[in-house]
């Protein structure tokens, strides 16, 4: 952790505000790693042009991923402004950025049609039970119920809320923790840990930290999520998150200094 604040102070020296298309392009590979991690299989070029000029090109193209990722940069965006409105985390927060993940795909003919039929409405916790599947290279191996029922997620999730924000732990172990919750209480309908990481990234950016994407070149966020849990390891997730925002931030740092260098000793372009 010690590294880790070091940093923070010297990213937080350097004026970091990125101009409006780098931003974009910070999100389109957020989407893109987040949701690949579900089994969305839009490329990072496809997901940019998607997102980018509402088109997009390439075979066997399934609606259910475009929509996925039209509704994953409608969260994204709204938590970017809640981050930018120092608005606190709460329930309804919760919820939106929940439903605004799979607000494309809940108006889509086919997605969710059982649910429908249970009673489920846009914007609400979960009125019907589900389950949690545990899976390891591609298989099932172990089933267990959430922790939160349809009859008391809105009660547990308002205890959540008000557990995380009073919590006197560092903010990447309340947005870790905050995180592996809402993926054993299971109180969305769909997209449970989806929301989770809008929400570390919520908390952390709020602090400070840069938005980081859960991306898939070294560990595996969702596997780090699983093994935590069945093999009791503590810290796993916390460590990855950690790893994540000391990368972030050290090439933030390396780019800005170079441009500011640059800067001071004049550019000459080269032929």
Do not use: C
Not at 145 to 158: F, G, I, R, T
Not at 182 to 192: A, E, K, R, S, T
Not at 211 to 234: A, C, H, M, P, R
């Amino acid at each position: 952790m010690k590294e880790l604040e070091k940093i923070l102070k010297t990213y937080k020296k350097i004026e970091v505000t990125p101009s409006i298309e780098e931003e974009k392009q910070q999100m389109y590979a957020y989407v893109y790693a987040t949701n690949k991690l579900e089994g969305n299989s839009l490329s990072l070029a496809q997901t940019t042009q998607l997102l980018s000029s509402d088109t997009i090109s390439g075979e066997h193209i399934r609606t259910s991923d475009i929509f996925e990722q039209k509704g994953m940069y409608k969260a994204l965006s709204r938590m970017l402004k809640a981050v930018r409105n120092k608005e606190e985390l709460s329930t309804e927060l919760m919820l939106e950025l929940n439903w605004l993940t799979l607000s494309y795909l809940w108006k889509y003919e086919d997605a969710y049609t059982n649910a429908k039929s249970k009673g489920q409405k846009e914007g609400e916790y979960k009125v019907s039970k589900n389950i949690i599947n545990i899976t390891q290279n591609g298989k099932v191996i172990r089933v267990i119920d959430p922790l939160s029922h349809p009859d008391n997620v809105q009660e547990n999730m308002a205890d959540l809320i008000k557990t995380v924000n009073q919590s006197k732990k560092n903010i990447i172990e309340k947005a870790v923790y905050l995180a592996q919750e809402i993926w054993l209480h299971q109180p969305f309908v769909d997209g449970n840990k989806r929301t989770g990481r809008l929400l570390i990234n919520f908390l952390l950016m709020k602090e400070g930290y840069p938005l980081f994407s859960f991306d898939l070149k070294n560990e595996n966020y969702n596997n780090l999520l699983v093994t935590q849990y069945i093999e009791g390891k503590e810290n796993l997730v916390i460590k990855y998150v950690t790893n994540k925002l000391i990368t972030e931030m050290k090439e933030k740092i390396k780019f800005l200094k170079g441009i500011k260098s640059a800067k001071k000793g004049g550019f000459r372009m080269m032929i």
